[in-house]
């Protein structure tokens, strides 16, 4: 490959497969940073440009119900913040690029902007946030609201959000700091300026009180999968991610789709890049790994998409079609791709193992060599920037250690992965090639 992808780890600050049958009570210290600072200095030294953290801020009551469901598999629940986690994670790595999530319908705009730029600071120019909207109400009731806003009124916040991080981001020349002895003078106070922004959800003075941080505002990183989602994502993403169900034509489309969108925005399309979430499983015994997936391992995986989703999904017949009329208020991008496959006669049990293990139609299941071979031709097809690896419950140390002894190499040796940072921050880094 004449230049190589990006790529980013995908996990979340929480229990990694502490089931595993082969592996009980792997990364058993995850709530002191133990477990996600050995991953971070391991994904560091395979040179990721990222590790990524995914959040939500309640415990889930599938369909209003109980929250057994979620504490019994630890789906959601026990998480702790991935944004004090990337802030102790930037003291154990050095050009590793930290994202954490932080929803736009739950944060107030100022704490996220101050927050954000103090870890930039702390990480040396490292942080990167991603943008989400949240899709569930019970985090939404942790924070003095009924329930979420329907989907269109909650891209109008977040984007109202993003509005005021960035006038606040930009309330501070870069060059306002001047620490002038001779004159006494550390700030220049006409280098600041408030940005009295009042909005129909937000009335916020400024300026912001943090100190410029290096990469000024942290990298924009955003999944959305509707065309909302995708829209805001274009107009305001430098990093952004997608599932890769359907394949290469649906990877096309993804981007060519973005693409179009940025340019509506004014913007070009190489401000942005572009990766796909995959989970890649190294096995040398491909034809049966499908079929050795046991429903002990779906149960969590059900509950942990079903949460997202707004739907019990324990409660459908894993081998029939996932039923078309089913309505929730959850991730629309899912739902729709699974009444598609149910609608194709696809059984549930297949749709979730393509959604969670990645579709078969991507050779994401093999052994190394052919998994790079396939990710890399993928990428041809398609276009795109790069993927990130996603691991997170079902994260033992034989899955991640596959990644990166194995894959990784491969990757590289193909020319498709750097073998060195080239930049200081992340954003240099994403943007290097
Ligand atoms: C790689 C990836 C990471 C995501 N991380 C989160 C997350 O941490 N929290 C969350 O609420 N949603 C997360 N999502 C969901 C997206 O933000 C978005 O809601 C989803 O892609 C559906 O898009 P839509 O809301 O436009 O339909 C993630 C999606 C992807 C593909």
Redesign the pocket.
């Known amino acids: 490959m004449a230049t190589p992808l990006h790529f980013g780890f995908?996990s979340?600050f929480s229990a990694p497969a502490w089931h595993a049958p082969d592996d009980r009570m792997f990364g058993d210290d995850w709530p002191s940073g133990g477990y996600h600072s050995w991953l971070a200095r391991r994904v560091e030294a395979a040179k990721f440009d990222f590790l990524?953290?995914?959040?939500?801020s309640g415990v889930s009551r599938i369909n209003n119900e109980s929250i057994d469901t979620d504490l019994r598999y630890a789906l959601s629940a026990p998480k702790n913040d991935p944004v004090a986690l990337i802030t102790y994670l930037s003291a154990v790595t050095e050009r590793l690029g930290l994202v954490a999530?932080a929803?736009t319908s739950l944060y107030p705009p100022f704490l996220l902007a101050r927050l954000y730029s103090t870890i930039d600071s702390l990480s040396r120019g490292r942080a990167g946030w991603?943008?989400?909207?949240?899709?569930?109400n019970e985090?939404a009731q942790n924070f003095g609201q009924d329930a979420l806003l329907p989907?269109q009124q909650?891209?109008d916040k977040a984007e109202e959000f993003v509005e005021v991080v960035s006038k606040l981001w930009g309330s501070w020349d870069a060059d306002a700091v001047v620490k002038d002895l001779a004159n006494n003078v550390y700030t220049d106070s006409s280098r600041v300026r408030s940005i009295d922004h009042a909005g129909e959800h937000f009335k916020v003075r400024g300026p912001l009180n943090t100190y410029p941080s290096p990469q000024h505002r942290p990298v924009f990183a955003?999944?959305?999968?509707?065309?909302?989602?995708?829209d805001?994502a274009a107009k305001h993403a430098e990093l952004i991610?997608?599932?890769t169900i359907g394949g290469v034509e649906a990877m096309k489309e993804f981007r060519e789709d973005i693409h179009a969108r940025m340019r509506a925005h004014g913007r070009d399309p190489r401000e942005a890049r572009i990766v796909y979430?995959l989970h890649p499983h190294i096995t040398e015994n491909v034809s049966t790994f499908r079929r050795s997936i046991t429903d002990e391992q779906l149960v969590p995986v059900l509950g942990k998409h079903g949460a997202?989703l707004g739907v019990d999904l324990l409660t459908y017949d894993l081998d029939r079609p996932f039923p078309t009329d089913v309505e929730a208020s959850g991730?629309?991008?899912?739902l729709t791709s699974l009444k598609e496959k149910g609608r194709r006669g696809i059984t549930l049990r297949e749709a979730i193992i393509d959604f969670h293990w990645g579709d078969d139609e991507l050779g994401s299941i093999g052994p190394a060599s052919s998994i790079a071979e396939n990710l890399i031709s993928a990428m041809d097809e398609a276009g795109g920037d790069g993927y990130?690896f996603?691991a997170t419950q079902d994260a033992n140390r034989a899955v991640i250690d596959g990644i990166i002894d194995e894959l990784v190499p491969e990757l590289q040796r193909r020319g498709a992965m750097r073998t060195d940072y080239a930049g200081s921050t992340f954003r240099e880094n994403l943007f290097a090639f």
Do not use: K, L
């Not at 990524?52 to 939500?56: G, L």
């Open positions: 995908f979340s990524f953290f995914e959040d939500t999530t929803s991603n943008i989400v909207t949240s899709s569930e985090s989907t909650r891209y955003q999944a959305g999968g509707s065309p909302r989602g995708r805001f991610m997608s599932v979430a997202h991730t629309t991008s899912m990130i996603m």
